[in-house]
């Protein structure tokens, strides 16, 4: 409160009232961010819940199914032996569904004795996601855009890992068949048994 009265000190120009109305609107602006916003992200929940178990397993047999691929080419590769390899997702498949806004606003007006007219406009909206039913009768949400997962980074094991040739060759493979950096890509050596 000191530091407010020297500062209005500084500047009488500026009237106290418009200090803390301005101090009152930050505080409320920082606490609205503050609170949850349950009521809005209801319906999306609803929709992950039915959607998330099928894409879960259906995104990790994609993993298994695309580590599988890579080391069955990157094992053809002159050198390098026996391979194994682990992809690390920085993020799984994104789901954008189509979603149905409708806005409603009423405006009222009133008079009173003093032949005053007062205007009070309200405004409402609600959010629904569009809902297609398929030939076999199954609803589904319709889905906009379907974004695939983004790859994080891929380690290569493999027993001609210390060969430098077939260690480029592998990170080279790697990056060009996934389109990512090639310093996203690690080929270690393998363990002899």
Do not use: W
């Amino acid at each position: 409160m000191k530091i407010l009265k020297e500062f209005i000190s500084n500047y009488p120009k500026i009237p106290y009232y418009l200090v803390i109305a301005l101090m009152l609107g930050v505080f409320l602006m920082l606490f609205n961010n503050l609170l949850p916003r349950d009521a809005e992200e209801a319906p999306y929940r609803e929709q992950a819940a039915e959607v998330l178990p099928a894409a879960v397993s259906q995104e990790s047999h994609c993993e298994q199914a695309l580590e599988q691929r890579l080391e069955e080419a990157l094992s053809l590769v002159d050198g390098v032996g026996k391979v194994r390899v682990v992809v690390n997702f920085a993020q799984g498949r994104e789901t954008i569904f189509a979603v149905d806004r409708s806005v409603s606003t009423s405006v009222t007006q009133e008079q009173d004795a003093q032949g005053g007219t007062r205007y009070q406009s309200t405004q409402q909206g609600q959010d629904s996601t569009l809902i297609i039913t398929d030939r076999g009768g199954t609803n589904k949400p319709l889905v906009v855009t379907e974004n695939p997962p983004v790859i994080g980074g891929v380690m290569i094991i493999a027993e001609g890992g210390d060969n430098v040739i077939a260690r480029d060759a592998l990170m080279r493979a790697t990056s060009t068949l996934l389109g990512i950096d090639i310093n996203r890509v690690h080929v270690m050596k393998m363990r002899e048994r």
